[in-house]
């Protein structure tokens, strides 16, 4: 293990806490009309309360009766578990669980220190964790219950693992335990995410690369051999122990990837990837020229690397290719939180060979010092906007004013809970989080013919929501629809009823 400076250590200490305290005092109470974090809460409150099969009936209904697709009918049952903890200490705790799933952040930036251990030299290694721990886009996204930051966790720990135990042949207490360990954390990260079978994969080229030697050769020891199949048996017990308890459902991703124009998705998903990462950098145009800038670098460093960081770049290309061959996975940065750190080793690691080439000794000068310049410009960058996000939150009073726990929000689930009965059934655009907070049957459907004809008995139409033409023309035409009556109003939600 290779030791650290002193000042090392300190700056390393300062960083994250220094991210501890801003984060911890600029969280919000509530949470956005999100819908997928309904789901995740919804499967921890049914794992707790035996009541799985009431959930899954409930999502089939949903399934069955929404005119728009509305993702899974379950998700994997990794981040409900880590989640199981948190809920039955503190209930239904919505700040709780946020402060809970950022601890899974600061995690990250530890290992993030380490994971490019003996690749990068020290100061390279803190800026990439300052990158992150100072970053706008976890500061704003921390206000997600969602399962994106620990499968960050535990994505960064596979790969650490894999690198260390495998590539570095460097064991945790002895090597028996440290396979126990790479096998579950391998596991968790699928169990978390159908992505994570990626570490599977990376694992096993890992052990092919690294120990092909030994498989050829008979004269050694049968349990010499077997001590490597010890994180695939970990692997496989888990998954079989999975299978037993947790439902499964994977037919959505196929048909999801079945019943796609290819040629179209691969088009809109690889311009769209090219350009998002840019968000990591800034949401300003004038600083995402870093990420432009950063580009013939990231790319530089992959082709000059690729054998000799192979783990890493396998990791990359096979995220790559799940992300553009999957039409729904456009939906915002999220996606690809866990391959930024890859991407940032890169073009950091570019840099620093491309400038060992056979330069003129002034330029390179001019180049490190442009790039220290850039990267101070950017850090600052994102204090400042830190700072402004928390001045922010301190002036609305901590309160997300949109979403389930907005004043207008809450006074329309009040009225559902006391005005109407358990068995009612409604259609609502966030459909998961409404049957979440009022635990009513509800749909998300703009076909006014088939609320009548199955008899939805209230319609809650969300005044804001006017991301398609077809959203708008449906609240135009059930507020003039004789069909339906109108039973509740205020500033941001309409409630109405079928006559």
């Known amino acids: 293990m290779e030791k650290f400076k002193i000042t090392t250590k300190i700056l390393l200490i300062f960083i994250i806490s220094l991210s501890i ?28 309360e035996n009541s799985v099969d009431n959930l899954i009936e409930e999502q089939r209904f949903l ?53 490019f251990e003996g690749i990068l030299n020290e100061r390279l290694r803190l800026l990439i964790v300052t990158m992150f721990a100072l970053n706008p886009v976890f500061f704003y996204f921390k206000e997600n219950v969602l399962a994106d930051v620990p499968f960050l966790f535990f994505t960064l720990l596979g790969m650490w693992l894999i690198k260390l135990y495998i590539i570095e042949k460097r064991f945790f207490i002895n090597r028996y335990i440290s396979f126990v360990i790479l096998g579950f954390v391998i596991f968790f990260a699928y169990f978390i995410k159908i992505q994570g079978i990626i570490l599977f994969l990376i694992l096993f080229l890992c052990h092919v690369v690294e120990y092909r030697e030994l498989l050829n050769k008979r004269d050694i020891l049968l349990k010499e051999k077997c001590f490597h199949l010890i994180p695939y048996v ?174 207008n929000a809450t006074e329309m689930i009040n009225f559902i809970i006391n005005f109407t009965k358990p068995d009612d059934k409604l259609v609502f655009f966030k459909p998961r989080a409404l049957r979440l907070y009022t635990n009513r049957k509800t749909v998300v459907n703009y076909n006014i013919d088939d609320i009548v004809n199955h008899r939805f008995k209230y319609v809650v139409v969300y005044k804001n929501d006017m991301e398609h033409d077809y959203r708008i023309k449906f609240r135009y035409d059930i507020d003039k629809s004789h069909f339906f009556r109108k039973i509740f109003e205020n500033d941001e939600y309409l409630i109405y009823e079928l006559i």
Not at 28 to 46: E, M
Not at 69 to 75: A, F, K, T
């Open 63 to 115: 399934e069955q009766y929404s005119s728009e697709l509305h993702g899974p009918l379950l998700y994997p049952w990794g981040f409900p578990i880590l989640l199981a903890s948190v809920y039955k200490i503190f209930g239904f705790n919505i700040l709780a669980m946020k402060i809970y799933i950022f601890l899974f952040f600061i995690a990250s930036l530890f290992i993030l220190f380490f994971l």
């Open 234 to 407: 970990i692997i496989a017990l888990c998954m079989s122990v999975k299978g037993i308890i947790f439902y499964e459902n994977f037919e959505y991703f196929f048909y999801v990837l079945l019943n796609q124009d290819i040629i179209t998705t691969l088009k809109k998903n690889i311009v769209y990837y090219l350009i998002l990462p840019s968000e990591f950098f800034s949401s300003k145009a004038i600083f995402k020229f870093i990420y432009f800038f950063s580009m013939p670098f990231a790319f530089y460093g992959f082709i000059a690397n690729i054998k000799k960081d192979y783990p890493f770049a396998m990791f990359m290309i096979f995220n790559a290719l799940i992300l553009l061959v999957f039409p729904f996975t456009t939906q915002g940065i999220r996606y690809i939180l866990f391959i930024l750190p890859f991407y940032c080793y890169y073009f950091l690691k570019g840099f620093v060979e491309f400038n060992m080439l056979e330069l003129n000794r002034g330029y390179k000068k001019v180049c490190i010092g442009a790039m220290y310049f850039i990267m101070a410009t950017l850090i600052f960058s994102f204090l400042l906007r830190d700072v402004n996000y928390i001045r922010k939150v301190y002036k609305e009073n901590r309160y997300t004013h949109e979403g389930p726990y907005s004043k």
């Open 21 to 48: 305290f801003l984060n911890l005092i600029s969280f919000k109470r509530g949470h956005t009309w999100g819908d997928d974090f309904a789901l995740y809460i919804a499967q921890t409150k049914s794992f707790i």
